[in-house]
């Protein structure tokens, strides 16, 4: 996004015919948009969703055409998730995020949107059949699990709510997005909702206090909308804005951004020029270049030595921890027995940085200081013979005694998912912004007075 392009809503009065007329106009063709179209689509309103030139819908193309299969599951409201997760004493109506801490979105959820039930409506069209359950530590599971634990069975969330599998994953080999969003796409294609392709939307334009439509460029050409009910915005966050990035959240500036590339954050700042309030603009999720399975079965230590988070906790708030807290200055500690435990399939082509028979000269190796790792690995083991961890509270299943030979691992140094072949991830960490526009738990944007913006609603912005 240029700072030189207006983002100043245009009033209703200005514009003398429309291009393009509608009941729901969705902003924006992702996860989140296509999502909100079938949404709308299915409460009868006519919908048409934008989609911007040169976004990841064209690797969605590419997959399909690839022949990944786009799999249908029809299970209206998550049914068959929720059954599959009532073995572990939940109900529908009790599948929520446990605490503020948990999981990717943990620390910017509003309370009132982590008690909502997880599935609902034609979303249930497109979840996944749970199939598994991964109970291992991994960014992404090594089968095809439709649900994952997230950290609920680690401390301390398993004090504030009953641990459950809470994590939805699509049902798929490696990463699960494109999957989702051939699924999605397809939905689209077979209902009446119509997306105007290769359309860039520019300004709100308002009558009075409701936003009513938009201006926008629809193939080089400037085109008006207007939207009878409303306009969402599902543009997604600014990871992609380096502006925005500097002034909101430095730390993530310079790092990998896990996006499709058009994360620009317009749809907040156009939110913003008709009013809107934002919330945590400076949280992040970090995807730190480690593997989860080599950390719990060792430590995480920053550069001084010292422990300073539970190791079986979810790998996102690991992330967190490790650069705002940090800045991805730590090391996996681990016993050569921990690494030959992790498959290699699941190692995505980690090695040690450092081996050595002593931990004395494992300190030389990292430039810690001298008796730092040794006094948190005595500490670690003198508990570990007992299965306890007083101070993180690590699972009594991951501990035991790290003996030598001994192992460490720069996390800075990057890892390499098999999904992106040779490629291996740069500067420690992938990352995409979390904050956003501040909305109801229905999707209706508030403005700096905590009142709703008639006409505007928004979902993953």
């Given at each position: 996004?240029?700072?030189?392009?207006?983002?100043?809503?245009?009033?209703?009065?200005?514009?003398?015919?429309?291009?393009?007329?509608?009941?729901?106009?969705?902003?924006?063709?992702?996860?989140?948009?296509?999502?909100?179209?079938?949404?709308?689509?299915?409460?009868?309103?006519?919908?048409?969703?934008?989609?911007?030139?040169?976004?990841?819908?064209?690797?969605?193309?590419?997959?399909?055409?690839?022949?990944?299969?786009?799999?249908?599951?029809?299970?209206?409201?998550?049914?068959r998730v929720h059954r599959h997760r009532r073995g572990h004493g939940e109900v529908p109506a009790r599948c929520t995020r446990p605490g503020r801490r948990s999981g990717e979105g943990g620390p910017v959820q509003p309370r009132e949107r982590r008690a909502l039930p997880v599935a609902r409506g034609p979303w249930g069209a497109v979840q996944?059949?749970?199939?598994?359950?991964?109970?291992?530590?991994?960014?992404?599971?090594?089968?095809?699990?439709?649900?994952?634990?997230?950290?609920?069975?680690?401390?301390?969330?398993?004090?504030?709510?009953?641990?459950?599998?809470?994590?939805?994953?699509?049902?798929?080999?490696?990463?699960?997005?494109?999957?989702?969003?051939?699924?999605?796409?397809?939905?689209?294609?077979?209902?009446?909702?119509?997306?105007?392709?290769?359309?860039?939307?520019?300004?709100?334009?308002?009558?009075?206090?409701?936003?009513?439509?938009?201006?926008?460029?629809?193939?080089?050409?400037?085109?008006?909308?207007?939207?009878?009910?409303?306009?969402?915005?599902?543009?997604?966050?600014?990871?992609?804005?380096?502006?925005?990035?500097?002034?909101?959240?430095?730390?993530?500036?310079?790092?990998?951004?896990?996006?499709?590339?058009?994360?620009?954050?317009?749809?907040?700042?156009?939110?913003?020029?008709?009013?809107?309030?934002?919330?945590?603009?400076?949280?992040?999720?970090?995807?730190?270049?480690?593997?989860?399975?080599?950390?719990?079965?060792?430590?995480?230590?920053?550069?001084?030595?010292?422990?300073?988070?539970?190791?079986?906790?979810?790998?996102?708030?690991?992330?967190?921890?490790?650069?705002?807290?940090?800045?991805?200055?730590?090391?996996?500690?681990?016993?050569?027995?921990?690494?030959?435990?992790?498959?290699?399939d699941e190692r995505w082509g980690v090695q040690p940085h450092f081996v050595a028979e002593t931990l004395e000269e494992l300190e030389r190796e990292i430039g810690m200081p001298e008796g730092a790792l040794q006094t948190t690995v005595g500490e670690y083991n003198r508990f570990a013979e007992h299965g306890e961890d007083p101070y993180f509270?690590?699972?009594?299943?991951?501990?035991?005694?790290?003996?030598?030979?001994?192992?460490?691992?720069?996390?800075?140094?990057?890892?390499?998912?098999?999904?992106?072949?040779?490629?291996?991830?740069?500067?420690?960490?992938?990352?995409?912004?979390?904050?956003?526009?501040?909305?109801?738990?229905?999707?209706?944007?508030?403005?700096?007075?905590?009142?709703?913006?008639?006409?505007?609603?928004?979902?993953?912005?």
């Open positions: 996004m240029s700072p030189r392009i207006p983002v100043t809503p245009i009033d209703t009065s200005e514009i003398d015919t429309y291009d393009r007329e509608t009941d729901v106009l969705v902003i924006g063709y992702g996860c989140a948009g296509a999502a909100a179209a079938l949404e709308a689509d299915a409460a009868g309103a006519q919908v048409i969703a934008t989609r911007a030139p040169e976004r990841w819908w064209r690797i969605v193309d590419f997959v399909g055409r690839r022949g990944v299969p786009r799999r249908r599951h029809p299970d209206p409201g998550g049914v996944a059949v749970a199939v598994g359950i991964s109970y291992l530590p991994t960014w992404v599971p090594p089968t095809d699990d439709g649900l994952m634990w997230m950290g609920e069975n680690a401390y301390p969330f398993y004090e504030i709510a009953t641990p459950a599998p809470r994590g939805h994953r699509v049902t798929s080999e490696g990463f699960g997005g494109k999957v989702l969003m051939a699924v999605l796409c397809e939905a689209v294609e077979e209902s009446a909702v119509a997306v105007h392709t290769d359309t860039s939307v520019l300004r709100l334009i308002r009558n009075g206090d409701r936003v009513v439509g938009v201006v926008a460029r629809h193939f080089g050409e400037t085109v008006t909308y207007r939207a009878r009910r409303g306009v969402v915005l599902t543009t997604g966050g600014f990871a992609d804005n380096v502006e925005m990035l500097a002034q909101h959240a430095p730390q993530l500036v310079g790092l990998a951004v896990t996006s499709d590339g058009g994360d620009d954050g317009r749809g907040i700042v156009m939110a913003q020029a008709a009013g809107a309030a934002v919330k945590h603009m400076s949280a992040g999720q970090v995807g730190i270049s480690l593997v989860p399975g080599m950390m719990v079965r060792g430590m995480i230590v920053d550069s001084l030595g010292r422990r300073f988070i539970n190791e079986d906790v979810y790998p996102g708030l690991v992330g967190q921890a490790t650069l705002f807290e940090h800045n991805l200055h730590v090391w996996v500690i681990l016993a050569e027995e921990a690494y030959e435990e992790v498959p290699v509270h690590k699972s009594a299943r991951w501990l035991r005694p790290l003996q030598a030979p001994f192992a460490a691992i720069d996390v800075r140094r990057g890892v390499s998912p098999p999904e992106y072949g040779d490629n291996v991830g740069a500067g420690g960490a992938e990352v995409f912004t979390i904050g956003g526009l501040r909305t109801t738990v229905d999707g209706a944007v508030l403005d700096l007075g905590d009142e709703p913006i008639p006409g505007l609603f928004a979902a993953g912005v």
